[in-house]
Nanobody, 124 residues
Framework: VQLQASGGGLVQAGGSLRLSCAAS????????MGWFRQAPGKEREFVAV????????RYADPVQGRFTIARENAKKTVYLQMNSLKPEDTAVYYC??????????????????WGQGTLVTVSS
C-alpha cells in the first residue's frame, strides 16, 4: 500500500489541525493504521493506532485525550484530529500501515508501509 499524508501546517498553541492519510491499494481495510511523529533531533515515536475496522484505538500518553485517530475504509483514508496543540507536538507526522489488523503491535517495526510525512509546527 502507498500512503500520502497531508494537512500539516503552522498553528498556535491551543489550536487544532486534522491530518489525513490517503492510501492506494486494495488491502487498506485489512490492516491497522498508525501515526508516528519525529521531532528534530529525536527518534520517531508512536502517536496513535487504529484497528482495521476502526473499532479499537490506542494512543501514546502525551497525546491521550487531545488527539483522535479515525478511518474511513470506503475512502481508504485515516485521520488524526489534533486538538489543544502544544509546542512540544511540533514534528513531522507520518502515517503507516501495520502488518497486523489489531492494535496490539505498535512499534515502528510493526509497520511496513510509510507515508512521506507532513510537518506540524506549533508556535507558543
Amino acid at each position: 500500500v502507498q500512503l500520502q499524508a497531508s494537512g500539516g501546517g503552522l498553528v498556535q498553541a491551543g489550536g487544532s489541525l486534522r491530518l489525513s492519510c490517503a492510501a492506494s491499494g486494495r488491502t487498506f481495510s485489512q490492516y491497522a493504521m498508525g501515526w508516528f511523529r519525529q521531532a528534530p533531533g529525536k527518534e520517531r515515536e508512536f502517536v496513535a493506532v487504529i484497528s482495521w475496522s476502526g473499532g479499537s484505538t490506542r494512543y501514546a500518553d502525551p497525546v491521550q485525550g487531545r488527539f483522535t485517530i479515525a478511518r474511513e475504509n470506503a475512502k481508504k483514508t485515516v485521520y488524526l484530529q489534533m486538538n489543544s496543540l502544544k509546542p512540544e507536538d511540533t514534528a513531522v507526522y507520518y502515517c503507516a500501515a501495520s502488518y497486523y489488523s489489531g492494535i496490539d503491535y505498535y512499534t515502528r517495526t510493526d509497520f511496513g508501509s510509510w507515508g512521506q510525512g507532513t510537518l506540524v509546527t506549533v508556535s507558543s
